[in-house]
């Protein structure tokens, strides 16, 4: 079975900048995991456990953050790109670029914490970003980001 090797947070890196599910100018982890298109929720697939276990590998890695980035919908974004999200903060928007972590609360419930951007950014991604020049970060990012 394909999903049985699927590594998540290997995806995320490999493509950089991935969708949580749904269409878009991107992969998506849902139907990555899924191993085909999903038509309509996810959470109402075969494989929604699969896919809810990937997604929750990819928020609690230290080397993806989560932003309402592409499309407005939850997007995930390898640590390598951070500088080029950083370099292009005033062309995608400082809105589009707080981080967004779901966090359990006691009962169960889940909910959102925004950390509004530039708080994410270290000192060290700070400094990569510098070096970039506004081409090269688009270059970097894809084909999604508009000029």
Same mark, same amino acid.
């Given at each position: 079975?394909?999903?049985?090797r699927?590594? #998540?947070?290997k995806f995320v890196?490999k493509?950089?900048? =991935?969708?949580a &599910? @749904?269409? @878009?100018p991107?992969?998506?982890?849902a139907?990555?995991v899924?191993?085909?298109?999903?038509? @309509?929720?996810?959470?109402g697939?075969?494989?929604s456990?699969?896919?809810?276990a990937a +997604?929750? +590998?990819?928020?609690? &890695? #230290?080397?993806?953050l989560?932003? /309402? *980035?592409? $499309?407005?919908k =939850?997007?995930?974004?390898h /640590?390598? +790109?951070w500088?080029? +999200?950083v /370099? *292009? $903060?005033?062309t995608?928007?400082?809105?589009? *670029?707080?981080a =967004? %972590?779901?966090?359990?609360? /006691?009962?169960?419930a889940?909910?959102?914490v925004v950390?509004p951007?530039? %708080?994410w =950014?270290s !000192?060290?991604?700070? %400094?990569?970003?510098?070096a *970039?020049d $506004?081409?090269?970060?688009? !270059?970097?990012? @894809?084909?999604?980001? &508009?000029?």
């Amino acid at each position: 079975m394909a999903s049985k090797r699927f590594d #998540p947070v290997k995806f995320v890196e490999k493509y950089g900048v =991935v969708l949580a &599910s @749904g269409n @878009g100018p991107v992969p998506n982890v849902a139907e990555s995991v899924a191993c085909e298109p999903i038509r @309509g929720s996810w959470w109402g697939h075969k494989r929604s456990h699969e896919i809810f276990a990937a +997604l929750n +590998l990819i928020e609690d &890695s #230290p080397d993806v953050l989560c932003f /309402r *980035l592409v $499309a407005k919908k =939850v997007t995930f974004v390898h /640590r390598r +790109l951070w500088p080029a +999200l950083v /370099r *292009l $903060a005033e062309t995608l928007g400082k809105d589009r *670029l707080a981080a =967004v %972590k779901q966090e359990h609360t /006691r009962t169960g419930a889940h909910r959102n914490v925004v950390t509004p951007f530039p %708080k994410w =950014v270290s !000192a060290d991604v700070k %400094k990569k970003a510098a070096a *970039l020049d $506004a081409d090269t970060a688009r !270059a970097q990012l @894809g084909a999604w980001v &508009s000029p």
